[in-house]
Structure formats: C-alpha cells, structure tokens
C-alpha cells in the first residue's frame, strides 16, 4: 500500500471510530422515520393524491417506494446535509488543533500540503458516505413503506415536474445521487475552510451554516427571483434536473463547474493559511 | 554538528518570546534546555520541528533546514512536544499506527512492538487511550517518537507525570538511546535534577534570551570558613585570593584548602570549620537567571 493510503486509511480510521461521525446517520434515519409516520396521516395522503390526481396520473401507481424515496431525499437533504456535514468538516483541522493532536502529527516529516489534502480527501468520502447513506436508506424505508411503483416529482422552485415509470425513475433516481453528492461537498469545502482557520471547532461549524442559511433565505426571498441562480444554493440544488424529461446537461456542467472551482478555490485559500500559520501550543 | 540552532528569534504580537538564540549540539550528546514557564523553551522548540516559523534564523537537524527542507530534516527527527496528545477514542495501536504512518516510512509490525515493548506498553497497548494515565501517554509518546528509528530526539518535559520509577526508567532509557543507537538528545524538564543526571551540557533561557550555555558541573567553589579571630582570619582569606560572597568564600577551580589551613594555623588562628559549599544545578540555574 502506498504512503499515501496508509495515511488516508489512518484518517479515516480516526474520523469513522468516532461516535460523533454518526450523530449525522443517526439523524437522517430519525428523520426517514419521522416522514413516513406524517406519510400515514389521511390528511398528507390526500395532498398527495389529489397532486397526482389533478394531474392526471394514479396515486396508486405514483405513490410508491421510490416517490417517497426522492421526496424523503428532498426534504431532508439539505437542511440536515448541511448541518451535520458543516460539524464534521468544521471540526477536522480546527478540532485536532485544540485537541493539541495537530502538534503531533506536524513533529513527523510531512508536509502541511500532505495532511490537508488528506484531511480533505476524508471528507469528501464522508460526504460521499452520507449522501449515499441517506439516498439508499431513503430509498428503502420507501418501498418497505409503500411498495413498488413509479416516479413522481414535484420542485416548484427549480419548476420540475417529472413522471417516470420505475425502471427509468430508478436510473434517474441513481443519476442524480452523485451530483448530489458534488452539491453537498460545497458545504464540506466552506467548512474545511473555516476549520483551517485560526477558530474553534464550533465556530468554523455556526460560520459556516450561518453562509448557507442566509444563502438559502436569499435565494427563496421573492426580491431577488431575477438573479436566483447566483446562489449558492440554488447552485447546489440543480441535482434535481437530473429528473427532467431531457436532462439539461450544460446546465448540470455549468452549475457544477462552477461549484467545483468554488471547492478548489476555497481548498486553496485553506492551504495558503494553513501553511504559513503558526501553531502554538 | 547534529543540531544547529542559528540566531533564532521569534516575537508574537511585538512581545518577543525568542531573542537570537544559537546552539549547536553534537551527534550522541545529552542536551538540556532549561528556562522558567514563558522563558522561550516551547517556542524554541516549536520553531525546531517546523511548528512556528522563526522571524529571524534557521534550525538545521543531520545538516538539513527545517525551514526549507522540513521533511529530510524531520525525518531525522524523534520528539514529543508538550504534553502528547492522541485521539482518545482509538487504540495505543491504533494511535501509534497513525503516527508513524505519517512518517513516510513502511515499518513493521515487529517494529511497533519491539517499541511499545522498549517503553513497557505492550500489555495495555490495545486499550483504548481514553482509559490510559498521564505517565502511560507519555510512555506512547516515546514509543511514536522512537518508531521511525530517529537520529535526534526532542524531549519536551519527559519525566511530566511520571511517577518516581517511571523518572527513573525515563533516565535509563534516554541514557541506552545514546549509548546504543549513538542518538542526540535534547530535553527540557523542571526536574533540575534529573538534567542533572543526564546532560552533558546545558542551555539556560531567560526571557527569550539564552543565559548561558555550555558544559555545567557540580562544583565546589565556594567555601565555608569559621576562623577565631574572625577579623584577622578573613583578611588572610582576603590576601589568599579567596573572595568573599555572603558568608561564603570563592575560590579558583580545584582549590586545595589544606596549605591555606596550615598558614591559619601557623598564624595563630583557630579552625573551626572548613566546609566546601556544593553548588547544585538549581543553585547554578537561580545565578543565572538573576544575573
């Protein structure tokens, strides 16, 4: 095994041996549950049927495993995506320093470039972990919930409404996963880049929620409709037109070249004070 | 030349911590740095493992610059700095794993062993750090120092927690490093005694500036006289070359008291007491930094 995997093995040892790491898994199968027990509601039901319904399309074929799954996904992926995914990443560097950990690890002949980039590669598979964690464990509480069946979507906000049968929704449903995951190591980048800096933990955490919430209550205030795809969670949400009929795919590539250079951006803004920083005991 | 420290200086917030220090320590030698809390000790240290960058000067280690060549120079390198830290919720193993992982090196699991085994872990090593004492992070401390096989090792306050055997384990230890694998060694400890014990030379650190540095020795300069007359007896003293400092006598290096005692004698003089006053490091150390 190389140096490189040794080390990134070491890392994630260190990140998944800890029971904090999965406060955020804990979280959204809580939240999974909680969804399906207001799903049972006659009152939701009844939303949800007259939805399909007023459009033409059978709750008893639409209303199924995979519809819950997306819905679940949906409704819980970015609120609680950026809140678990902001504590872990605003904790990597920042926590390890206050810990005096950091001190040990810089004793040994690595570079500063080396740890973080180490660091960062961790919580990309972190990310990358959850996301799929919640897609997967979304997908079958659904279908144990509600069976099989097809896909219905509804985002008034990203103007989508998709119908698929089960097969092509499924394909869809995986497609958009991974770019899912790209939107959600945007809030992974922003707190990797607090967390580098000279900040407690939580504070690296609060910063970087407070950026996407006021991103997020911006985007959706009415005001400023004209210029919406300047957020960054409006960026970050395009994962959803994976599920349109044809797929807008320079709008996929636009939006995640753009997230992308974000990331690396702030990866590097991260490195250049990390490595020029004094660490005091 | 082992370790190369080159005009280092340092300040933080204009408040200067560490003002031109140099030192330089040869292969296989015992090195203390002493210094009150916020003399300049961790500072020095933490500019010679890379830690803090120096406003001024340059540490050299096996002849390479941490400043400009961090990891052939940190390779060489062995230390704990402060009090070690580890990740709790894993293993001694697990821990130890990591560290020297992050030392580039591919080392075996007979290696870890032979190391946990050197500092006395071996029977805790898989528990978690969480339930170890301050002495049993110290020792795993050293083990992940020692792994790499350094040629240099940097102990920041080593004996910090140990109990009396562990001190004394600590002392055998540091003294079998050199005199088996030949390794420098450079420590800092608020047990005087104990750098009294170990180090060839020493450096003492006052308010960022180094005070002294070189070789120090228990010596007996000083003197303890009591002459009847008194008067008469000091001023043979006076005339002897002795100096008078408190109620005791310097005198040169080697002094032979037993001619002196013949002439007081002869002048009619009693002796009462003729006592060397032994110095001690600590005693040393308090003139230093007073000076």
Redesign the interface.
């Given at each position: 095994m190389s140096t490189f995997f040794r080390q990134l093995r070491g890392e994630l040892q260190k990140l998944f041996f800890r029971n904090r790491t999965y406060i955020g898994f804990g979280a959204f199968l809580g939240a999974e549950i909680i969804i399906l027990a207001l799903l049972r509601l006659p009152r939701v039901q009844r939303g949800f049927a007259k939805l399909l319904t007023g459009a033409g399309y059978s709750p008893e074929e639409y209303l199924s495993g995979l519809t819950l799954g997306l819905t679940i996904t949906l409704s819980t992926v970015l609120l609680l995506g950026a809140l678990f995914l902001a504590l872990v990443a605003g904790d990597i560097v920042s926590k390890e320093v206050e810990d005096g950990t950091l001190r040990m690890m810089l004793c040994r002949p690595v570079t500063r470039g080396r740890i973080l980039v180490l660091k960062y590669v961790t919580c990309a598979i972190y990310t990358l972990a959850l996301t799929f964690f919640i897609a997967l464990t979304a997908l079958a509480t659904g279908y144990v919930y509600a069976g099989r069946g097809g896909l219905f979507l509804y985002a008034p906000l990203e103007e989508i409404f998709a119908v698929y049968a089960e097969g092509p929704g499924l394909v869809r449903y995986f497609l958009a996963i991974p770019f899912l995951s790209l939107s959600l190591l945007t809030i992974s980048s922003i707190g990797f880049f607090f967390s580098c800096l000279r900040m407690k933990p939580a504070a690296a955490t609060i910063v970087t929620l407070s950026i996407l919430f006021v991103d997020m209550v911006l985007k959706n205030t009415p005001f400023f409709g004209a210029i919406r795809e300047w957020f960054l969670t409006a960026r970050m949400s395009t994962w959803v037109v994976a599920f349109e009929s044809r797929i807008p795919w320079e709008i996929l590539l636009e939006n995640y070249a753009w997230l992308i250079a974000l990331d690396v951006t702030l990866f590097t803004l991260a490195w250049a004070v990390f490595s020029t920083r004094d660490f005091k005991a | 030349m082992m370790v190369r420290l080159q005009n280092l200086s340092k300040s933080?917030g204009g408040r200067p911590a560490v003002r031109d220090v140099s030192v330089n320590i040869s292969q296989g030698e015992i090195f203390g740095l002493l210094g009150h809390n916020g003399a300049g000790k961790?500072?020095t240290f933490?500019m010679m493992?890379?830690?803090?960058?120096p406003d001024h000067g340059e540490t050299f280690i096996g002849g390479y610059s941490v400043q400009r060549e961090?990891?052939?120079?940190?390779?060489r390198?062995g230390?704990i700095?402060?009090?070690?830290?580890?990740?709790d919720?894993?293993s001694g193993w697990?821990n130890l794993?990591?560290?020297v992982?992050?030392?580039?090196q591919?080392i075996s699991r007979a290696r870890l062993e032979e190391a946990v085994a050197l500092v006395g872990l071996t029977e805790r090593i898989h528990d978690r750090v969480k339930a170890y004492s301050h002495g049993m992070r110290q020792r795993l401390?050293l083990a992940?120092?020692l792994v790499p096989s350094p040629e240099f090792l940097l102990l920041d306050e080593p004996n910090d927690g140990l109990d009396p055997l562990g001190i004394l384990e600590m002392r055998t230890l540091i003294r079998r490093l050199r005199d088996e694998r030949k390794m420098t060694v450079m420590l800092s400890s608020h047990l005087l005694s104990e750098v009294e014990l170990l180090c060839d030379r020493v450096a003492i650190l006052h308010e960022g500036r180094m005070v002294f540095e070189g070789v120090w020795r228990k010596s007996s300069t000083l003197w303890k006289f009591a002459l009847d007359p008194v008067e008469r007896g000091e001023a043979l003293l006076r005339e002897v070359g002795l100096l008078a400092q408190g109620e005791c006598w310097l005198a040169p290096d080697n002094f032979d008291p037993s001619p002196l005692i013949e002439r007081l004698v002869r002048e009619g003089i009693a002796v009462r007491e003729v006592t060397p006053v032994v110095q001690t490091l600590e005693d040393f150390y308090r003139e230093a930094i007073h000076q």
């Open positions: - | 933080f961790s500072t933490g493992l890379g830690m803090l960058t961090r990891r052939q120079a940190l390779g390198t230390a700095f402060e009090t070690p830290a580890f990740y919720y894993l697990d794993r990591f560290f992982s992050l030392s580039g591919n401390g992940q120092a």
